[in-house]
């Protein structure tokens, strides 16, 4: 009997009564075993459940989608060998269909060398004995396998085919979901991935959709700039007394907090969160940390052993899906490599870069391959293109970051290398990344000293806005073009007296004593500098 016409109601209700039943037990024991550590006993109870057949299709159906859900909240280790072992117990062609297509779907989420034959298995499977179920879970696979070498418009139409919301589809539907948002991400659709999350999550069963859609969610607001609402939605999220996360959503929620504190110019914090999560781990497992690895490079405490950076180097040439979501993880790791000297894998990752934004012709990555190049060669003519192309976009750190690399670039002229400093300072304030913004203004402050920077016959002398200090310039940039002192503090992220008294020594400072006043010399400012 097909799925559809149980679904219909054509059993008797009394046997749908003991097929939900003992689903029920059958789940809690499952569930028990995973959270004891035994996903591979989980696993292996549930397939003989499968293999028994003892009440129907609907119930093969249900099982398969918690043995799908058991296997994506397991290390991808753990998850392979499960499966592998689930294919000895006498399953039936269609489920035997549906398992191949899971196999297929890890080894194709982590690079794995053997994620083009599996899928070929599970394609060649499907197409003599498969159903609807094993259809969905082969689509997952290819779509995975397109993100993992960055060809992210591939993925974006094999999922279109995909309907979570469809009633035969809802046992997949948070995969499928998912694999929509992070699609979203990587191309830039920030406003589509933050419609996606926020779906009605009451309709998914358990926790798992929650942490997974509050994960993506949070990538999301890194991507964007929303840096205190995605450390606070984190640290909810992560210290809930839900033991149901993923291994995968907990890295993503570390990530996503140290990334915030970081940016904060919290440090130590940053680094707490985590030291506990960058031990030695080996291939595929090592995968499921890429994205908190990324964050961690930025600090020399932990990127200065090189095996940090070329464990993730190693990770994102087998699979650049973890490289997608937050775009300014590429960028990063170039810097970090130039840091310490290893132009090799700062090399490695430019290509890695330039060869997903070839797959994927969208502005972000085009302005991402620019970025990359341009510190690797450092080019500022390659950094230009950068800015340029990331202020067509919505990914606001990115853009931070890429004026600041400008900024530092040796080969530009100290007046656009200020302005560049001094563009990523504002910016940074407005995403609330005050560390960021600390390191713009003394960058702000250096080329203000720099003795080229004076004077000269070629270059106009910044006579009274020279003394000024990076933060009482952005407030006089704000308010000569209009704004309220209360407008003034509620775009730099700064209280109302901070602004006040800021604007007090600008007068002074000036030599000037109201608005219009600040406004003329302002506009004479620039009129030199520009």
């Known amino acids: 009997m097909s799925e559809s016409s149980l679904d219909a109601g054509t059993f008797p209700a009394d046997d749908l009564a003991n097929a939900e039943q003992r689903r029920r037990s059958l789940f809690a024991t499952a569930d028990q075993l995973r959270l004891a550590g035994g996903g591979t006993a989980a696993l292996r109870v549930l397939a003989a459940e499968i293999a028994e ?10 099982v398969l989608g918690r043995l799908a859900q058991v296997a994506a909240r397991e290390q991808p280790s753990v998850a392979l060998a499960g499966l592998r072992e689930t294919l000895d117990q006498g399953l039936d062609h269609r489920s035997r269909c549906s398992l191949l297509a899971m196999i297929a779907t890890v080894a194709s989420r982590i690079g794995h060398p053997d994620a083009d034959a599996l899928l070929r298995d599970a394609g060649t499977a499907h197409a003599a004995s498969g159903d609807s179920s094993s259809g969905r879970h082969l689509a997952l696979g290819r779509a995975a396998r397109s993100l993992s070498y960055g060809d992210l418009p591939g993925a974006d139409a094999v999922l279109a085919a ?29 406003q589509d991935a933050r419609s996606a999350t926020s779906s009605d999550e009451t309709t998914w069963p358990g926790t798992q959709a929650s942490g997974s859609l509050t994960a993506l969610d949070c990538l999301r607001m890194v991507a964007v700039g929303e840096l205190p609402e995605a450390g606070a939605l984190a640290v909810t999220a992560l210290g809930s007394d839900s033991t149901d996360l993923s ?21 130590d914090a940053a680094r707490a969160v985590l030291r ?12 499921t940390w890429t994205v908190a690895c990324c964050v961690a490079v930025r ?9 940090l950076l070329d464990r993730v180097v190693a990770d994102l040439h087998r699979s650049v899906r973890q490289l997608l979501p937050v775009p300014q993880f590429g960028p990063r790791l170039v810097r970090a490599a130039m840091a310490v000297g290893d132009t090799r894998a700062a090399r490695r990752v430019t290509e890695l870069v330039e060869l997903v934004a070839t797959r ?15 510190l690797l060669d450092r080019d500022p003519d390659a950094l230009r293109s950068a800015v340029d192309g990331l202020r067509t976009t919505s990914a606001r750190p990115a853009l931070a970051d890429a004026l600041l690399d ?17 563009e990523a ?28 920077h004076r004077p000269s016959t070629d270059e106009p002398q910044r006579t009274g806005f020279g003394t000024l200090t990076p933060a009482e310039e952005r407030v006089a940039e704000v308010l000569a073009a209009g704004a309220t002192k209360k407008e003034a503090a509620d775009t730099l992220f700064v209280s109302f007296h901070t602004v006040d008294t800021q604007l007090r020594s600008i007068y002074h400072k000036l030599g000037i004593h109201n608005r219009m006043q600040l406004v003329r010399a302002w506009d004479r400012y620039r009129a030199r500098i520009g």
């Open 360 to 374: 994927t012709p969208v502005p972000l990555w085009r302005a991402l391959a620019a970025q990359t190049r341009g």
């Open 406 to 422: 400008l900024a530092n670039s040796p080969r530009l002229r100290r007046t656009e290398a200020w302005d560049a400093a001094h």
């Open 276 to 287: 506990p999560c960058l031990g030695p781990r080996r291939w595929p497992d090592s995968t």
């Open 425 to 452: 300072a504002a910016l940074y304030a407005r995403i609330g990344a005050p560390g960021d913004q600390a390191t713009a203004d003394r960058r702000c402050v250096a080329l203000a000293a720099t003795p080229r």
């Open 299 to 307: 600090d020399p405490a932990f990127s200065a052993p090189a095996r």
């Open 247 to 267: 291994p995968e959503v907990r890295a993503l929620l570390v990530a996503v907090i140290a990334e915030v504190r970081y940016r904060g110019g919290d440090h």
């Open 162 to 190: 995909l309907d979570p919301d469809a009633r035969v589809a809802r046992r997949d539907a948070i995969a499928i979901r998912a694999e929509r948002i992070l699609v979203h991400l990587g191309l830039g659709r920030h």
């Open 53 to 62: 057949h003892r009440h129907g299709d609907h119930h093969r159906a249900e």
